[in-house]
């Protein structure tokens, strides 16, 4: 029996129900900027051994959780774990990021990848999700999470990380029913994974759509909304007699955030490139959103970080649906203790904008 949960905060203002203060998490919340997730890291060895040990995993997910009061925990793993099970041989090179062995670089190889059962591929991560849960004992939500069909097609058929896409941006233009095959095919085992990972015990899913915005509005529509709107239509949405919030998030997904409410998701992730008052007369208010402190403030003073906060709750204004996030995530240089100026000012200054 699942221990019940103490703090709820995040689970309520996602689904836009009243809350007393403003619930907070940060993406790459568990990561290289905290020491203890170094030193967790070197003693597993490399990246994918830390996110297949469960018990580091569980480890470094908590880790966070530890120096700061933070609304919810957030599954650590990796987007690219659903290619890598796919059979394209991820590794990572130093310096240059995440690869693949065996990208798809040609029609055969996009037609002859497999859909993977996921509990035989990917069943280290739901033992973490299990690992955690258990740890949490309560405390706050886990959120799993996954990569959007587009974003991680994009390192699938680039064979790594790209800032023009050239060879996807190729097959779009080329062969588009090919593009639309593979996306669904994506899309389908996203579904599993991220079911999967709610049936494990994640409380709340995010999926991350880093690349979305390199689109244009009618090809982001096609090739990473629409793989999208499948996932959400496929997903567990009510588990132990709770709603399991869905969210999504594009980084620059600017105007584009009227189509993205459409999809039936509870909450859209916002980045520092748009206001919270513009998302918020883009989506009309039918869904919570996320977000969305520049990162970038983290690295100035106490009192520059205090007046990012201030201004990205006032940008949201008054009401409920608002969970406080970074507009994108937290980067490696980062120092720890402005995070908890971070955090203690959410904590201190949201409230104003809950009272009845």
């Not at 594009?250 to 998302?279: F, N």
């Amino acid at each position: 029996m699942a221990a019940e949960l103490k703090n709820d905060l995040l689970l309520r203002a996602l689904m836009r129900e009243p809350v007393p203060r403003t619930p907070m998490w940060i993406m790459r919340q568990a990561g290289r900027y905290l020491p203890e997730y170094r030193e967790t890291r070197a003693q597993a060895g490399d990246f994918m051994s830390l996110c297949r040990n469960a018990e580091l995993a569980c480890e470094v997910t908590l880790q966070p959780l530890r120096r700061y009061k933070l609304d919810a925990a957030i599954l650590f793993s990796d987007i690219l774990t659903v290619p890598d099970a796919m059979g394209l041989g991820l590794y990572f090179e130093t310096g240059e990021g995440p690869k693949f062995e065996r990208p798809l670089q040609n029609r055969v190889a996009i037609e002859r990848l497999p859909e993977i059962d996921v509990h035989d591929s990917l069943g280290y991560v739901f033992n973490a999700v299990r690992t955690i849960r258990a740890a949490l004992d309560g405390e706050v939500p886990l959120i799993g999470f996954a990569g959007s069909p587009w974003t991680v097609g994009t390192y699938m058929v680039e064979g790594g990380s790209s800032r023009e896409f050239p060879l996807i941006r190729d097959l779009a233009r080329e062969a588009p029913q090919l593009l639309d095959s593979l996306m669904a095919k994506v899309a389908r085992v996203t579904t599993n994974y991220l079911n999967a990972q709610i049936e494990a015990g994640a409380q709340a899913v995010q999926i991350f759509d880093t690349w979305g915005s390199a689109l244009e509005r009618d090809d982001y529509r096609r090739f990473s909304l629409a793989p999208m709107q499948q996932i959400v239509d496929g997903l567990t949405r009510e588990k132990d007699g709770r709603r399991i919030p869905v969210i999504l998030f594009t980084k620059g997904a600017g105007p584009m955030l009227e189509d993205m409410v459409e999809t039936g998701c509870d909450a859209l992730g916002v980045d520092w490139t748009t206001s919270l008052a513009d998302a918020r007369q883009y989506t009309k208010d039918k869904v919570a959103l996320q977000g969305n402190l520049d990162p970038a403030t983290l690295r100035e003073d106490a009192d520059t970080i205090r007046r990012g906060v201030a201004d990205t709750l006032a940008s949201y204004g008054e009401g409920p649906g608002h969970v406080f996030n970074l507009g994108h995530g937290i980067t490696p240089d980062i120092d720890p203790d402005n995070v908890s100026v971070l955090v203690d000012a959410v904590h201190e200054m949201s409230p104003q904008y809950h009272r009845d």
